[in-house]
Structures are given as structure tokens and as C-alpha cells.
């Protein structure tokens, strides 16, 4: 632990110091008790009518981009972190599937808005509830939309719902599309989540 000292007094360096704090907090809670308490009465739940959905964007191919011009730059759109995310179709829980992945194209408009919802690949027949489940979801989506930023006078000013954004120069929202992969799990009943 570096020390500093002069005539009268002896200093703890930033770092002695904090090491000695770090040791103190330590040694408090290790001398605090822990006290068993008795256990919350829990509800109690089918595992046949649980089923958990993840998602995870599918990255653009290069072609699928608006094209990089000189003095542009963009401002890459982000998904609002209160999007619902699809349910599990309640009617089929109990008969407790394979994990069901669906890839679907989300068609946002330059307000930010999900307005059309399309399968990228070809959906089976008996998965179609699970696409109907996602397109209820992902129509409520909302996004901070692409924005595309040039040179120019100023500031612009871009709205969307209640957040209001000024870009230095000539900026303005462009739609665009963001693939998703879906993910339906049930195992044995059982939710089962994993991240891709």
C-alpha cells in the first residue's frame, strides 16, 4: 500500500486508499448475517402453456444498403426498447413443438413506424401462427428511424413521436427494411431462451 509521508503525517496514496476502503467493505460484509426467511408463496403454473419468443436482427447484406456518397453520412435506426415481443400462439402450447424460427422483413417508414411485416423465407402451413403471433407484435414496433446526414446551412430539426433531434446541416429520415429471426421455444413445457 504506497504511503506518502512528511514530518507530522503519514497519507494513503489515491490508490492505497482506495484498496483500504475495498478491505473495509469486505470485512463488513462478511461479518453481516444472513437470516432464513420464509419462503413467498409462489403461484403455481401449466409448464404446457408457457412459451418464450426471442429475436435477433439479421445483419444487411452490402448491395441491400443505401448507397455511401461523399459529405453523407448515416445514422443508423434503433428499435425502441419497450417493443412488445410476439406471444407464443396460445393454441398451440400444449402440443409442445420444436423451436419454430422464422426470418421476416420489417418495413419501417422514415417516421419510424413498422408498415408492412414479410416473410423472407417460406413459412410452413402449420407455422402460420406463429407468423400471424410475430406481424401482431412487430406492427406496434417502433424505431428511431434512419437518418441520412449531408452538408448544408444550420440545423435540421427531425421528429419523431415525442423525441425531437437537430443534425448539424441537411438531414432527413429514409425508410427502410431490418430482417429479424424469431425464435418460438417450448421444451417439455418448459420456457427455454438462448441468446444468438
Known sequence: MPLVADRSHVFLSPAGFLFLLGAILMLLLAGCQHRAQKPAEVATVDPARQGQVSARVVEPELEARYPSQPG???????????NPMPAYPETLLAARLPPVQLTLRLIINEEG?????????????????????????????????????GAGPGKTMITVGEYTT???????????????VFTFRQLDGVPSVTAQ
Open 72 to 82: 453523407m453520412r448515416y445514422e443508423q435506426p434503433t428499435a425502441f426498447p419497450d
Open 113 to 149: 413506424r413498422v408498415s408492412d411485416v414479410r416473410p423472407v423465407t417460406r413459412i410452413a402451413n402449420e407455422h402460420e401462427p406463429f407468423l400471424g403471433a410475430a406481424r401482431v407484435a412487430v406492427l406496434k414496433w417502433k424505431f428511431l428511424p434512419l437518418i441520412q446526414i
Open 166 to 180: 437537430a443534425y448539424p446541416g441537411a438531414a432527413i429520415a429514409l425508410p427502410f427494411h431490418q430482417d429479424y
